[in-house]
């Protein structure tokens, strides 16, 4: 089956859009390296045992969204438009994934399928994921709770499971999904045998805690991406766009500007501010706020749930 495509070639004019693909690799590097420093200083504030408990808790928290937002660089790396070398993308990927407990491998063919048939039921295997239509489903996707059972199901899945059903994966991709996952786990079983015998619980403290603590933030802004917009193969309507503060838009590599890149997933995350400017007037889901996204998908929860 071919995938329904909205038609977005008019919304950029053909030499801006042209502008707008060119690939850079600063504004990656700075922004991987402003990850890594908000990981490593949120974690150190944190293992200062002398220091005001408040003090402490907020290195910890800064930590944690650090680790989380990862995901938002590994998003990127994974369309490899983030830097200009394919190698460069795909380790970079690797160790943001490592970092926030996703598999570059696997995911990147994952979210291309994502790309291919957005939103669309049956298709889109995002859409697989439960849908928070009950306060108690709503508070359930914020805590991180069904990101955290459905990732011990889905790396099982990949470490152990009969992978010939997943519409992603083919004979060719699957014992390279396989190695990179044992791969993965390796290095954190070896960061679990050697917090136990330093005795330091680094993997549980510094790791594991801070990723549990960051991962609300990051549901709050993933859920907004998709959920209540158009079950449609048309991508001004099955998208949203949410305008938020600049620290978020850095945190998350202007993943916020999510219609836009979803429209043009060529155009690398440091240009699509400017590519807004052009398919912004387009848009039928475009908020100003996550706080106003959440208070609209609060008030009609039982809607979001996919069609019958």
Not at 159 to 184: F, H, M, T
Not at 208 to 228: D, I, K
Request: aromatic share 10%.
């Amino acid at each position: 089956m071919t995938a329904p495509v909205a038609a977005s070639s008019a919304l950029i004019p053909r030499q801006a859009l042209a502008d707008l693909n060119q690939l850079r690799n600063g504004p990656a590097s700075l922004r991987l390296l402003s990850q890594l420093v908000t990981i490593v200083a949120g974690g150190l504030v944190w293992a200062q045992s002398s220091w005001p408990l408040a003090l402490r808790l907020a290195g910890l928290l800064l930590c944690g969204v650090g680790l989380a937002t990862c995901f938002a660089g590994l998003h990127e790396c994974s369309h490899r438009t983030a830097f200009k070398s394919r190698w460069a993308n795909d380790a970079a990927a690797w160790l943001l994934g490592l970092l926030s407990f996703y598999n570059a491998t696997a995911y990147r063919r994952y979210h291309q399928w994502h790309h291919r048939y957005t939103h669309l039921p049956g298709l889109d295997p995002e859409l697989e994921d439960p849908l928070p239509t009950t306060a108690l489903g709503y508070l359930l996707e914020l805590s991180g709770w069904n990101w955290w059972t459905g990732k011990l199901r889905g790396t099982a899945q990949l470490l152990w499971g009969d992978l010939s059903a997943v519409p992603y994966l083919n004979a060719e991709l699957i014992p390279k999904v396989r190695r990179s996952i044992w791969l993965q786990c390796s290095v954190y079983g070896a960061l679990a045998a050697l917090s136990l015998i330093g005795a330091n619980g680094f993997l549980l403290w510094y790791w594991l805690l801070p990723l549990a603590l960051g991962q609300p933030f990051l549901r709050f802004v993933l859920l907004a991406e998709h959920t209540g917009c158009s079950f449609s193969s048309d991508g001004t309507a099955n998208t949203r766009t949410t305008l938020t503060t600049a620290p978020v838009r850095w945190l998350m590599w202007n993943m916020p500007f999510h219609a836009e890149h979803h429209l043009y997933a060529s155009i690398p995350f440091h240009a699509l501010p400017a590519a807004h400017a052009h398919i912004a007037p387009h848009l039928q889901h475009l908020d100003h706020g996550y706080l106003q996204v959440h208070r609209q998908l609060r008030a009609q929860l039982p809607a979001l749930g996919l069609p019958a």
